[in-house]
């Protein structure tokens, strides 16, 4: 059983620029969560779907947005990217109140 | 104030010593109470997961919760260099059928040879 997988693994990005993010949940799972971990710090919760919809939302500003699709994968976006978004981005797939987290997709912006 | 607050560390204990990894939270919704280990350059593991006030037990884990002091401990017996990593505390709230947490920002562990 595969677990959560995210792509790419990392990549290097030039302020002002935008970029998407893809996470596979965990067979069985309909629900997933982003998170941003800055170096140092706990993961900073961003957005939950469900059900292809934003159920909740953390304290992100528009530039983060996101979709669900129908086979229950997800993507994040950032526009107009910050030199404050370099982060480690994880993806977890939940389960009630357990979240298994994928390996993450490092961003750097430049 | 933040509402989960952890230590950064480093924590460095000698192989076989018990560890005791600690947070506090000011938040008295919160309801579930997590611990994840997270290697260098991987996400998270949920190691710990508890309920209630009192004592959980998996292996040479137990993870301690005392609601009315809003502190929740882990600690690790006979300590292993593999068990180097950062250990998250995570609480949360039910919302609605939504567990998001609230992650403390991770203690460092090493345990030397």
């Known amino acids: 059983d595969a677990g959560v997988t995210q792509s790419p693994t990392h990549l290097i990005k030039t302020r002002g620029q935008q970029v998407t993010l893809r996470c596979s949940p965990k067979?069985?799972?309909?629900?997933v969560s982003w998170y941003q971990q800055a170096l140092g710090q706990g993961p900073q919760f961003i957005f939950q779907?469900?059900?292809?919809?934003?159920?909740q939302r953390g304290n992100f500003p528009d530039r983060f947005s996101g979709h669900q699709f129908p086979n229950y994968s997800s993507e994040l976006n950032v526009n107009a990217l910050l030199l404050g978004d370099s982060a480690l981005y994880l993806c977890?797939?939940?389960?009630?109140?357990?979240?298994?987290f994928g390996p993450g997709t490092r961003l750097t912006v430049t | 104030q933040k509402e989960v607050e952890q230590d950064p560390g480093p924590l460095s204990v000698p192989e076989g010593a018990i560890v005791s990894l600690n947070c506090t939270y000011s938040?008295?919704?919160?309801?579930?109470f997590m611990w994840y280990r997270q290697y260098s350059r991987k996400g998270p593991e949920l190691l710990m997961y508890?309920?209630?006030?009192g004592n959980k037990e998996d292996g040479r884990f137990t993870a301690q919760v005392d609601k009315s002091s809003k502190y929740i401990s882990l600690f690790i017996r006979d300590s292993q260099p593999s068990d180097s990593a950062t250990y998250l505390c995570?609480?949360?709230?039910?919302?609605?059928?939504?567990?998001?947490?609230?992650f403390g920002r991770g203690t460092s562990l090493i345990v030397h040879p």
């Open positions: 938040n008295s919704a919160f309801q579930y």
């Open positions: 977890a797939s939940t389960s009630s109140y357990e979240q298994y």
């Open positions: 779907y469900y059900e292809e919809e934003e159920r």
């Open positions: 508890t309920y209630s006030s």
């Open positions: 995570a609480m949360s709230v039910s919302s609605g059928g939504s567990y998001i947490p609230t």
């Open positions: 067979s069985g799972h309909d629900t």
